[in-house]
């Protein structure tokens, strides 16, 4: 090899990250590596290592053609040689194992019972044949050979990311499993005749039980036996000590292959001074009399692994409940502190900054705080009963006993720590969970971990920071000042979870008072702040929520509320500190469903109850200057990352946000009696155009970016209906109409086309499903309605108008008001439709009877069938639409006379009315008053169910009663009647007014 090659290899080994280019080259040095298997190297997590153990392996057998034709085999090899040493060594004396790396099996993963089949195959058992016909010696020498080989095969899968890191440990525990049984057949061949006498189980403790076991860990275990059917009990229990001891030695004795690990039976009762095997009935008479806390806490993770699986599973049964009534005992959270901070105290001080496991932010931290949350909690939730960490984090979260962000912060860490603990003890297969302090290993780690730009300093932040996160996390589930005082139960009166609860809860009128328990016990016991917390307040809050129409709505409102927050800082400080919030809170928890839905979209709106100034509406400039900023900053950002279709939804969906936070505002404003309906009703059509405001203007960013030039249009919307007239409701859509105008030179064609395609993607981003109230544009009063374009042109709007408008068209236009888009366009739309809503002369008869048969013909076919006609708000007799029609009619008879008229307000026409003489005050009055009324009770409806309905609510005597509380009156029936009477009077207005003396056309 020429001194030019060397050097060019050198400097290509040192690319590939082998940091002994030179040793690298002596040792390659004889051996014709093909240049992709070279080049393959670079894979490796240690470069170095990997090619010391492939060097290995190929001086036993030549497995370079096979690895050519299988370039995932060969990265599986060297990624399991780039990390660890002793499977390396594995591979050197057995190096036909590399076949499991290969083909279509590599990535599959075993199942419990292929694995246990395997390996008792492998000494000469089988599930029908559990006796090998080997001797013990080689029996276990094959036992050590075949797990190997599976640990490799895992391996391979572990770092090749086919597995997550719950996928491997729990592969670990079922292989662990499969040994402990494959060592349980060597131990009953030994034992011969006398293994007849019992039946023995298994019962898997700790990582192994929780099917979360390292590569290399002490497998703990505790023994059950049963005598045989006729057997006598203690030739029983003497042939079952053998057997289990047997099985211990046949997994943990030194062989010319090693051992496997230590089978650890300190767990069981009286640990390693009671007897290795005990009856069930001796297991349940240990734990009902001498039991300490930590045994309990032992066996939340118990587990039936090997032997006789029934008899396991019956010891599991027997004992599942005393684990579950643990937290009962006295000093029970005290114990469990206790335990860990000895756990911590007997780590070797130059240890306890390497320490994985036992050290502060190690992975006995995050176990410590499941476990018990878990013991706690358990006693009435059963989904929390599991012996697995990572799923019984998950379920804590679903529950709500752990905050979402604090459980998917913990559970990643988790996974983080056990990952670096398999890395590891992969390297030299030893039991171990300190962090490495040699730069090389270091090395090696991060960049297993991929990272590859610094791996010491990436990987060294990256520990440090999940460690921290760990700590944090552990104390604040862990230790707590309250902690003591919320797992105890409290006396009769104050403990609200227990039964004697149940006569006060039916009292104050739960419907469900067992229901209402459940969230009691869910939010009062346990060992959270929170519960401490709620536990002072719940008392008072009963009655609170008693003094509200659902008072079992309410409570469950508050705990989901509080689940959802957890146990943010400031949520805590505001219910301990400001009795006010948590009253405020229970009423409009129990008063509306609307006002809850949108508080549990976004819990941190309870911060608004504070005070009357977090509830005032905030001004429309306010609004718009936040919603265009937030348009802004996302389509800004989209400019730049090229993905403006996704960041425009990203954008209107930071809107919505906006929305929903101050409709919450408005709803509860209006619940607490702090804005009347005119106040609501401006409110809801500001944060409407806000709104779409911004929503247009995310739109025409996607579509002017689309079409890489500004639009050759100016663009506008008229708020039209209910919207027009700033008389919005918590379920109106938002009537519209669109209108542009061509810029000069600008193509009609094209203008249109843009014009059309902003329209469309503002209906479009608006329409996305999201966690808010739906805001539904609707152009259906446009020209020609639903048959005509969705948009127009100014000149096209002034042709129809001149030559086809209907006279409901104009009474439509009474309402237009231009809110949105190019204020020049918006000018002279209005002054367009000015003289068409009203008219220089008025109406003529002929229009008269065409609205007056309109109206008519609403009331006859739009009313819904079936329903009482007199209940219904907006098209029943003295309702919305009674009063809206006589304002609009008086309107397009007077107002061009009259500039009081000109506006797009009900009740402000009808007090121009008034002043200009056109109205009597007094029918003004009762015209305004059954209006109000009508809208009150379709807002109470609606925040009260939550969906809309026009129908003055009768038969659900739940939401009947919570609408009349409500709007103030003290029973359902007296709602009824003065709805009836200003109804019935406005409508006797109206015929006088609207239709004549005669009442009909």
Not at 780 to 789: A, H, V
Not at 886 to 914: N, Y
Not at 932 to 955: F, H, K, W, Y
Request: charged letters at 30%; glycine letters at 8%; hydrophobic letters at 45%.
């Amino acid at each position: 090899m020429s001194e030019r090659r060397l050097e060019s290899l050198a400097g290509r080994l040192a690319r590939l990250g082998i940091t002994d280019a030179a040793g690298a080259e002596h040792r390659l040095e004889g051996h014709d590596l093909d240049d992709a298997l070279l080049d393959a190297l670079g894979i490796a997590a240690d470069p170095d290592l990997a090619l010391t153990g492939l060097l290995r392996i190929l001086e036993a057998i030549d497995i370079q053609p096979e690895l050519a034709d299988d370039p995932a085999a060969r990265d599986r090899l060297l990624s399991v040689l780039g990390v660890s040493a002793a499977l390396a060594d594995h591979l050197a004396r057995h190096p036909d194992h590399w076949k499991v790396l290969s083909g279509p099996g590599a990535v599959r993963r075993p199942t419990a019972e292929e694995l246990r089949g395997s390996l008792l195959r492998a000494v000469g058992a089988g599930p029908d044949d559990p006796a090998p016909r080997a001797g013990a010696e080689d029996a276990m020498v094959a036992l050590r050979v075949a797990y190997r080989r599976a640990l490799l095969h895992l391996a391979a899968r572990d770092l090749t990311h086919v597995l997550d890191v719950e996928d491997v440990a729990a592969e670990l525990a079922d292989l662990a499993s499969a040994a402990l049984e494959a060592g349980l057949a060597i131990a009953r061949a030994e034992l011969g005749d006398q293994a007849e006498l019992c039946r023995l189980a298994v019962i898997g403790m700790g990582k192994c039980g929780g099917r979360e076991l390292n590569y290399v860990s002490d497998v703990d275990v505790v023994f059950v036996a049963e005598p045989a059917p006729g057997q006598d009990e203690e030739a029983a229990l003497r042939a079952a000590t053998k057997l289990a001891s047997g099985m211990m030695r046949a997994c943990s004795d030194s062989t010319t292959e090693g051992a496997l690990w230590e089978v650890d039976a300190a767990l069981r009762p009286e640990g390693k001074s009671g007897p290795l095997v005990r009856t069930l009935a001796s297991h349940q008479a240990y734990y009902e009399r001498w039991a300490k806390t930590w045994e309990f806490q032992a066996l939340l993770k118990a587990r039936p692994i090997a032997g006789d699986r029934k008899l396991g599973e019956e010891y599991v049964e027997t004992l599942a409940p005393l684990v579950w009534r643990a937290a009962g005992r006295d000093n029970f959270v005290e114990d469990v502190q206790a335990m860990r901070r000895r756990v911590e105290e007997h780590i070797a001080p130059e240890q306890a900054g390497r320490q994985l496991k036992l050290g502060p932010g190690g992975l006995r931290d995050v176990e410590f705080a499941v476990q018990l949350l878990q013991l706690v909690h358990g006693r009435a939730d059963e989904d929390l009963r599991g012996p697995n960490t990572l799923i019984a984090l998950k379920k804590l979260s679903w529950g709500g006993y752990v905050g979402r962000g604090d459980a998917a912060a913990l559970g990643n860490a988790y996974r983080f720590l056990r990952r670096v603990e398999h890395l590891i003890q992969l390297h030299r297969l030893r039991r171990t969970h300190l962090v490495p302090e040699e730069e090389p290993a270091l090395r090696r780690l991060g960049r297993a971990l991929g990272f590859r730009a610094d791996p010491v300093r990436e990987f060294t932040a990256e520990w440090r920071r999940h460690a921290r996160e760990v700590r944090r996390l552990h104390e604040k589930l862990f230790y707590r000042p309250l902690l003591q005082a919320v797992a105890r139960l409290p006396d009769d009166e104050a403990r609200l979870t227990h039964e004697a609860a149940r006569t006060r809860l039916e009292a104050l009128g739960f419907g469900d008072p067992a229901g209402a328990l459940r969230h009691l016990e869910a939010l009062t016991s346990g060992v959270s702040r929170r519960a401490a917390i709620q536990r002072t307040l719940l008392p008072v809050m009963l009655d609170w929520f008693a003094d509200g129409p659902d008072p079992d709505a309410g409570l469950l409102g508050f705990r989901q509320v509080s689940d959802a927050l957890g146990t943010t800082p400031w949520y805590l400080r505001l219910l301990r500190d400001d009795v006010s919030v948590a009253e405020r809170m229970a009423h409009v928890l129990a008063s509306s469903r609307y006002a809850t839905d949108l508080l549990l979209r976004a819990p941190e709106a309870v911060g608004m109850l504070g005070g009357e100034s977090g509830l005032t509406p905030r001004p429309s400039d306010a609004l718009h200057a936040e919603a265009q900023a937030a348009v802004r900053r996302y389509m800004e950002s989209a400019a730049a990352m090229g993905a403006l279709q996704d960041r425009s939804v990203d954008a209107v969906a930071a809107v919505r946000g906006l929305r929903r936070r101050e409709l919450f505002r408005t709803a509860v404003a209006d619940l607490l009696g702090l804005l009347d309906e005119r106040a609501t009703a401006e409110a809801l059509t500001s944060i409407t155009t806000v709104t779409l405001d911004a929503a247009l203007r995310a739109a025409v960013d996607r579509i002017e970016t689309e079409r890489r030039s500004p639009l050759p249009t100016r663009f506008a919307i008229v708020a039209m209906g209910r919207y027009g007239g700033y008389e919005l409701g918590y379920s109106s859509d938002a009537d519209v109409m669109f209108v542009h105008d061509p810029l000069p030179g600008a193509a009609d064609r094209e203008a249109s086309a843009a014009a059309h395609a902003v329209a469309e993607e503002l209906r479009r981003l608006l329409a996305l499903p999201a966690p808010d109230p739906p805001l539904v544009i609707d152009p259906g009063l446009r020209p020609e309605g639903r048959q005509g374009p969705l948009v127009r042109t100014l000149d096209s709007y002034a042709s129809y108008y001149r030559r086809w408008s209907a006279p409901w068209e104009s009474q439509a236009l009474l309402r237009a008001a231009p809110v949105i888009g190019d204020e020049g366009l918006r000018t002279r739309f209005q002054e367009l439709i000015d003289p068409v809503r009203w008219p220089e002369d008025g109406i003529d008869e002929n229009a008269l009877r065409q609205i007056r048969r309109l109206k008519a013909r609403m009331e006859a076919e739009r009313l819904p069938r079936g329903v009482d006609r007199r209940l219904h708000t907006k098209l029943g007799p003295g309702g919305l639409s009674d009063v809206e029609w006589v304002a609009q009619l008086l309107q397009l008879q007077h107002a061009h006379e009259v500039a009081g008229l000109r506006t797009t307000r009900t009740l402000a026409a009808l007090d121009a009315a008034v002043e200009a003489g056109l109205l009597d005050s007094e029918d003004a009055s009762t015209l305004t008053e059954a209006w109000q009324m009508a809208t009150r009770i379709r807002n109470a409806t609606m925040l009260v169910r939550g969906r809309a309905s026009d129908l003055l609510p009768t038969e659900h005597h739940r939401e009947r009663s919570a609408v009349t509380s409500l709007l103030g009156y003290p029973t359902s029936g007296a709602l009824l009647e003065d709805y009836r009477r200003r109804a019935r009077h406005a409508r006797m207005v109206v015929e006088r007014i609207f239709y004549g003396d005669d009442g009909n056309d």
